[in-house]
């Protein structure tokens, strides 16, 4: 029964996808933030799709400790299921994403539309500096940046593998961060079709405050992440287990 709900989810998540990017062209010509707005709507929408059809529900945590207006965000990469459903939750996102997926048609024009910021990664130091002047430039337009700093997707028991671009981010931008932590992968596993239900924990822990050196502040994010994600990875495993 789950292989065929997740069968009957993934069919219902891409055809939602193709819809919105099809269906959502006018947007090319409004005012950016519309755009983001309908954004917000396809993640919202997806949710639900994954909440009705594999009983997957969503859990956010930590809602106080988003601040109002400009902010640096990063957190734990486990599964696709963040790099939407975080969406919602923010004012004005702007991801950090990986420029390949800029080559795709249409869903890569939007990425345009949206000002997300294209991280070439392997591309060293260059890749960095671009990465902190489109940061910069982000922020001052008012926009939450939202990075991953392991820079892609790592199974729940993974070691952690930080990079610099969140550390490299936060010294230039002068921001505190907002740190969150998941469970997705549990239930949303990579490189897998699989959708399991239960419930998906996001959850947003206390600020960062800015003008840490970038070593301090590289230690804090993975401790106060890992931490998180550690004790969100086992509450959802005991969950799975009870309801096995």
Request: positive net charge; proline residues 7%.
């Amino acid at each position: 029964m789950i292989a065929f709900r997740s069968l009957v989810f993934n069919i219902a998540f891409y055809v939602n996808l193709a819809l919105f990017l099809v269906l959502g062209a006018g947007f090319f010509l409004t005012p950016r933030k519309w755009a983001v707005r309908a954004l917000q709507a396809w993640a919202s929408t997806s949710l639900w799709l994954l909440r009705v059809i594999c009983g997957t529900h969503i859990d956010v945590r930590g809602k106080e400790n988003i601040p109002a207006g400009t902010i640096l965000v990063a957190g734990k990469h486990q599964s696709v299921w963040e790099t939407f459903a975080i969406l919602p939750c923010l004012d004005d996102p702007c991801v950090v994403l990986k420029r390949e997926l800029s080559w795709i048609p249409f869903f890569g024009w939007f990425i345009f539309k949206f000002r997300m910021i294209r991280l070439e990664r392997g591309a060293g130091s260059a890749a960095l500096r671009k990465l902190m002047a489109r940061g910069v430039e982000e922020l001052a337009a008012g926009r939450q940046i939202v990075i991953m700093p392991e820079g892609t997707r790592r199974a729940p028991d993974a070691p952690p593998a930080y990079k610099p671009g969140a550390a490299a981010l936060y010294g230039t931008l002068g921001s505190a961060c907002l740190p969150f932590a998941v469970n997705s992968g549990l239930f949303w596993p990579r490189r897998k079709f699989l959708r399991y239900p239960g419930t998906i924990v996001l959850e947003f822990l206390p600020l960062i405050p800015p003008g840490l050196p970038r070593k301090a502040f590289q230690e804090r994010l993975q401790t106060d992440i890992e931490t998180a994600t550690a004790k969100l990875v086992a509450e959802g495993r005991k969950r799975l287990s009870a309801s096995a």
